[in-house]
């Protein structure tokens, strides 16, 4: 087995095990406060387990694996994005449905997306245009700063060198896209950074 789907296989594995005990958990707590009434420390530990079930989802798809003919509906892709930004400096917007879209499709997407979140230090809102290909992606803000290096190496194959954790989804990206064959256009200005596939 290649070294990078069963890195795939092993991510699907955590989050799908991960995500049932940490929904238990915020089925206990909003239990208890129905029973107890609610109070700051059951709303912060009830919060807390839905930001870490809504990123168990998305990380599921972003770095899990996914078979070729898999399908994700737009309800199911949209709620799960914007859930897993919905409680940071970041929110997502979706202007149009696009009824169901590959998998792979989905997860290039959400890749992006954490791109995307990369060069918005201070938070924004990313928008996603669906094409009839994937999707539009556009960030309007003052205050971007696009890891240029990285950027670079996604969008025209150069080296990307030595790689931090937190960059991993640049070269992933790069990989998904090669593999379901999606040319990414890109177009970024002091306060703009738009891609398209």
């Known amino acids: 087995m290649h070294p990078k789907h069963l890195a795939d296989m092993i991510s699907s594995r955590i989050c799908h095990d991960l995500i049932s005990p940490v929904g ?3 089925n206990g707590v909003e239990l208890m406060q129905e029973l107890n009434g609610p109070s700051p420390e059951m709303e912060l530990i ?3 387990a839905e930001n870490a079930q809504a990123k168990l989802m998305f990380f599921r798809v972003a770095f899990g694996a ?3 003919d898999a399908m994700v509906s737009h309800t199911a892709a949209a709620s799960v994005a914007q859930k897993m930004f919905a409680n940071g400096r970041i929110s997502v917007e979706f202007s149009e449905p ?6 792979n499709l989905v997860k290039l997407l959400y890749l992006l997306l954490l791109c995307v979140e990369s060069s918005l ?3 924004g809102l990313i928008r996603c245009l669906p094409t009839d290909s994937g999707w539009e992606i556009s960030v309007k803000n003052d205050r971007l700063d696009p890891p240029e290096t990285l950027w670079k190496a996604l969008l025209n ?3 990307f060198g030595q790689l931090a954790s937190q960059e991993i989804q640049f070269l992933l990206a790069r990989d998904i896209a090669e593999t379901i064959n999606i040319t990414l256009t890109a177009q970024f200005s002091p306060s703009t950074l738009s891609l398209r596939f």
């Open 121 to 123: 230090p201070r938070g």
């Open 46 to 48: 009830s919060q807390s």
């Open 66 to 68: 996914s078979s070729v």
């Open 98 to 103: 696009w009824g169901d879209r590959n998998r």
């Open 157 to 159: 194959g150069d080296a």
């Open 24 to 26: 238990a958990i915020s």
